[in-house]
């Protein structure tokens, strides 16, 4: 009876957990997507430039990604409630200094310290819904959860533009704290205390510091290149220190008893192959993010407000495809979703690269509406796999390495469509709306060849449908 009576709550709570972890998700997403929509308004109220407030965002960027690998070590070593829990703290903290901001550096300071928060809730959610889950649920967890982060995208434009017409931008960073607390109160009640795997492990402090200052660089080199000019002293020196400490962190956690980030994990194909594919897909879908405000502001005359509308195609499209491949993920495997989603991207994508300034909306929705159900078809099921690939005393590194993959990704897309763009443009020697068609086509077709390869790529992890799955068409078959 105590057995049935434990089993009975374990299945009741679970959904809670994920109910909690779902709030977190949303609020994070709905963060990013805000911010980047009251950018202008911040600007002229501080009465200062673009380049100074573009540090808002790069900030925020570079510490969430120096910090993942590391808080979802921490996560394995000291456990994964205390460390997601504690991330919410300092979320909320940082939220409300934000919206306390008197000056430009006070608000970059401030994003800097909800960049750590964040860093814990991305790192460790994964983890957490992990633990909870059942392996025949687990993508169908995680695909809750993407559905939850599309939702932050898509509803975090419209109204961090409401909130900061009507109640004032501070009011964009204020919203965080009542939803950071209920989630954060949520998650204190719901979610299992779990025991930490590696407490009498030292940590891997040089390579924890290694592995930051040389991820920044990188990633610092990527989002400025096409603003200082990627041949420029600043970028060239950056990007080579950063490789050479990229490479000494290899060569570290190759050598200290306790790494950071246990290499033998990439020995395992179906992990590897779940670390490179997101990589690409995020190359892929920021390229579009980036590049597609420039052609239809500039390149078709259209207004903010009705880009941003046309732009709702691609997350909304995710939001209702993720729970359906997660769930298939878990009858089928990743192979098939993943695969076939990539390839998905890449029809959108080549659908995208089809437009010119006469082409109708229609068509732009079209091709966002193919990629947003392809990157829905490719995201949990990869996440499920990764996560499902990892042993269970890793599952925070697992979790940071996922998180890690799709920022990297992201920063990767916009750097190198944004080169290939700004080429285009200047060998045009114009920037006319016809120019600026023809440099979006070309960026974009560029995506969908890098797309393209990421189906061939996430083909190769192999079978990894359920044993009961295997079985079955192995009796099939011997039928």
Not at 109 to 120: C, H, P
Not at 124 to 152: C, E
């Amino acid at each position: 009876m105590g057995d049935s009576g434990l089993r009975n709550s374990f299945i009741d709570n679970k959904w809670l957990v994920l109910v909690a972890i779902g709030i977190g998700t949303y609020m994070s997403a709905l963060d990013g997507s805000v911010v980047n929509t009251i950018l202008p308004v911040v600007t002229s109220y501080f009465k200062t430039d673009v380049a100074t407030i573009e540090w808002v965002v790069t900030t925020y960027l570079l510490v969430v990604s120096a910090l993942l690998l590391t808080v979802g070590r921490l996560g394995d070593m000291r456990g994964n409630k205390v460390i997601y829990v504690t991330g919410f703290g300092i979320f909320v903290t940082g939220s409300a200094l934000c919206g306390l901001s008197p000056s430009p550096l006070f608000l970059i300071s401030a994003r800097g310290l909800q960049a750590i928060g964040a860093a814990m809730l991305f790192a460790i959610s994964p983890a957490i819904l992990t633990k909870n889950f059942p392996a025949r649920q687990r993508g169908q967890a995680l695909g809750v959860q993407g559905t939850m982060t599309y939702l932050g995208l898509t509803t975090g434009p419209f109204l961090g533009g409401w909130l900061a017409d009507n109640l004032g931008w501070h009011s964009v960073f204020f919203i965080n704290v009542p939803v950071g607390l209920l989630a954060m109160t949520l998650s204190l009640a719901v979610i299992p205390k779990d025991a930490p795997s590696g407490e009498h492990e030292p940590f891997d402090l040089a390579g924890a510091g290694t592995f930051a200052i040389g991820l920044t660089g990188l990633l610092f080199a990527l989002d400025q290149g096409h603003i200082l000019g990627w041949l420029s002293p600043a970028i060239l020196g950056t990007s080579a220190a950063a490789g050479l400490l990229l490479g000494f962190f290899v060569w570290l956690e190759m050598r200290v008893k306790a790494p950071m980030l246990d290499l033998a994990l990439f020995k395992r194909r179906v992990f590897a192959v779940s670390t490179v594919s997101p990589i690409l897909n995020y190359i892929c879908l920021f390229s579009v993010t980036f590049l597609l405000p420039f052609f239809l502001i500039q390149g078709r005359g259209l207004s903010a407000a009705q880009a941003g509308l046309v732009l709702t195609a691609q997350p909304l499209v995710m939001a209702v495809t993720a729970p359906f491949s997660g769930s298939l993920s878990d009858k089928v495997g990743s192979r098939v979703p993943t695969t076939l989603g990539m390839a998905f991207l890449a029809a959108g994508l080549f659908v995208l690269s089809m437009m010119s300034q006469a082409s109708p909306l229609g068509l732009t929705v079209l091709g966002l509406a193919i990629c947003g159900l392809g990157t829905g078809l490719f995201v949990a099921p990869n996440n499920s796999a990764l996560m499902g690939d990892a042993p269970r005393s890793k599952l925070g590194v697992a979790a940071g390495v996922l998180a890690l993959a799709r920022n990297v990704g992201m920063a990767m897309g916009i750097g190198l469509t944004g080169a290939i763009f700004n080429t285009l443009l200047a060998r045009s020697g114009a920037t006319t709306p016809t120019a600026i068609a023809g440099a979006f086509d070309g960026s974009i077709r560029l995506a969908g060849a890098i797309a393209l390869t990421a189906a061939v790529v996430t083909f190769s992890r192999g079978d990894d449908r359920p044993a009961a799955a295997r079985s079955g068409a192995v009796g099939a078959s011997s039928g």
